[in-house]
């Protein structure tokens, strides 16, 4: 390869993207906007799910487990009322999500010990659903607990084993910890295919791509000038995109920063690679885009663990799973970040990040030449 040819069309591609507006809006405003709204509006923590009481009882022990539902956090009571229908009205208009039924009997039903209050939830959003049942039972198991230490006063041992639980590496269970760094992922994918793919479609939409032929320069001294600049503003968007997820939403590194930079470097070769390799399939730049997004956007986002667990998908999907870059990248930032794990942990997710920058690089290049002969 010759230096010259490469820092040449390295300079020249670093040049279109300065003139490009649209290149430089894309390149580095895109990054933060994604990172403040996926940060910001999504969220795993299901907290503030409104309710409506319907309490028939109106007892002092109603009006205690009450409290207990709006002073956990999770639940806001939005409405009281006596009459059910008035209830399910809320909820099939989801205005409420829940409905908290509590028999006229409640008060008797407690010193039998078969006290039973009903829950109406609204089961079309399952994941709401499921929270709220969970939440519901911990408030429940609470009140019972705190009921039985009331009546025998404290000389009744509510059970004879305890359960202890400790959250390794999130030990408050904060989703933006579990959220960013895969959004870092995403962000680096979107920018390093999007970008890259309109290159060479750009140029021959443009009709400079007969002058680049003409000229001495090979395949691969194109390929690597025209990445260059793209692998700088990637790594750019990175370490801002790490600052603003530490220092804004308070996400913890406890890994290396030498390591950080070597797995971002190994994926951001695989992703512009892989968009590269789109840029010379495609010959014009909306078909680039959409190529992009098909094959990086969408798996990137469903198929990487970043919001869904792989393990809980149907096995052909996981088989799937293992051809996206995203799905290691994403295992290797959370590891960084959360747990600091080292090279010696990460080793196998930086080998498969190299063999897909080596195959992606090679299919363009290959694919490049037969485009030109």
Known sequence: ??????????????????????SLILAFLLPITLIFLFGYAITLDIRQIPAVVVDYSNSTHSRELIRKFTNSGYFVEIERTADQDRATELVDRSKAKVAIVIPVDFANQLTTGTAEIQLLTDGSDANTTQSVVG??????????SASIARQSGGRLSLSPVTLETRFWFNPDLDSQNFLVPGLISLIMTILGSLLI???????????????????????LELAVGKVIPYYIIGIVDLFLAAYVGIVIFEV???????????????FLMAVLANGYLISVVAKSQQLAFQLSMLTSFLPGFLLSGFLFPISSMPVPIQIVSYVIPGRYFIEVLRSLFLKGSGLELLYLQGVALLFFAVVFSLLATRKFRKTIQ
């Open 135 to 144: 939440y519901a039972s911990l408030i429940i198991a609470e009140y019972n």
């Open 252 to 266: 913890p590194f406890h890994g290396s920063l030498w390591l950080l930079f070597l797995f971002s470097s190994l």
């Open 1 to 22: 390869m010759n230096a010259n040819r490469i820092w040449a069309i390295a300079r020249k591609e670093t040049l279109q993207i300065l003139r490009d507006h649209r």
């Open 197 to 219: 793919s309109l290159t060479i479609a750009r140029e021959w939409e443009r009709g400079t791509m007969e002058l680049l032929i003409s000229t001495p320069i090979k395949p």
